[in-house]
């Protein structure tokens, strides 16, 4: 009888452990044993911010400080925005956050709405920078930078894109593009490929994303947990990604659902993830 109790109190103790936290985080390496860790971890942090519309809840001054705030309240090391249109929105989010200690990448003449890479000033410095087209049935645009961490050295490719809503055959090419794009400019470094990529799991864009190019690509939140909510506090589908390389492991990786004053700060939630660069 002792033991039998004693086996029903461990078996309720692993259950209530199974049943703690709400990170998505699924170990998507390739490899069996476990990664040996040789870097310093990081968190990046990808959020499409959405342009001003009529129909919205608010108005976009009227979300710019909960847009700010759930980036600080994150604070991300690295962060990719999409859906920053409006001149003065970008002037100001990037003043903000210039002076909470980030630096920028943002390339002028793009087609499309900016996409702007941020990064802390005192983790990362930037090494090379590029903006590329995606001109289909709606014009796109991206950015990559390479960062080299201030603690190591180490280096990283990052890519933030925004992929159009036209069809999965235009998309297929924005993956093509990228991939042309990490081909000619990632130098063989540990790759970060992140944005809204308006393409759901196990689509064909996705899918060339992922394992074209012998890139080997995984999702930071093992595909798991919607992103777009449409305002309503419901996820609708997973819609923005991080990708990344067989040379990084997904440490934690999150969907931020946060409200402020009963307001979301956009229609998308912003989604995180940490990493650290491995053997």
């Given at each position: 009888m002792i033991h039998k109790k004693l086996a029903i109190f461990i078996l309720a103790l692993l259950l209530i452990?199974?049943?703690?936290?709400?990170?998505?985080?699924?170990?998507?390496?390739?490899?069996?044993?476990?990664?040996?860790?040789?870097?310093?971890e990081f968190k990046i942090m990808s959020f499409n911010i959405r342009n001003e519309s009529a129909n919205d809840p608010q108005t976009l001054d009227?979300?710019?400080?909960?847009?700010?705030?759930?980036?600080?309240?994150?604070?991300?090391?690295?962060?990719?925005v999409q859906e920053i249109a409006a001149d003065w929105m970008s002037d100001w989010l990037s003043s903000q956050l210039n002076t909470a200690g980030y630096d920028?990448?943002?390339?002028?003449?793009?087609?499309?709405s900016p996409?702007?890479?941020?990064?802390?000033?005192?983790?990362?410095?930037?090494?090379?920078?590029?903006?590329?087209?995606?001109?289909?049935?709606?014009?796109?645009?991206?950015?990559?930078?390479?960062?080299?961490?201030?603690?190591?050295?180490?280096?990283?490719?990052?890519?933030?894109?925004?992929?159009?809503?036209?069809?999965?055959?235009?998309?297929?090419?924005?993956?093509?593009?990228?991939?042309?794009?990490?081909?000619?400019?990632?130098?063989g470094l540990p790759l970060i490929v992140f944005g809204d990529f308006n393409a759901e799991p196990g689509t064909p864009e996705i899918e060339r994303i992922k394992n074209s190019g012998g890139l080997s690509l995984c999702c930071a939140h093992g595909e798991k947990g919607d992103t777009y909510h449409a305002w309503d506090g419901i996820g609708d589908k997973k819609i923005d990604w991080i990708l990344y390389s067989k040379k990084l492991s997904v440490k934690d990786a999150t969907v931020i659902n946060t409200k402020y004053n009963g307001f979301y700060p956009s229609d998308h939630w912003p989604i995180m993830a940490s990493v650290i660069r491995t053997k």
């Open positions: 452990g199974c049943g703690k936290g709400q990170d998505i985080t699924e170990d998507n390496s390739p490899d069996t044993e476990e990664p040996v860790s040789e870097g310093y009227e979300r710019k400080g909960n847009i700010l705030q759930v980036i600080l309240d994150n604070d991300p090391d690295v962060l990719g920028k990448y943002l390339s002028s003449g793009q087609f499309g996409k702007i890479i941020y990064y802390k000033k005192n983790r990362f410095t930037r090494n090379a920078q590029g903006t590329f087209q995606m001109q289909f049935s709606d014009d796109r645009a991206g950015t990559w930078v390479i960062l080299s961490d201030n603690k190591d050295n180490s280096k990283y490719f990052f890519c933030n894109s925004h992929w159009t809503t036209a069809s999965s055959a235009e998309r297929v090419l924005s993956a093509d593009i990228i991939l042309n794009v990490v081909k000619n400019n990632s130098q």
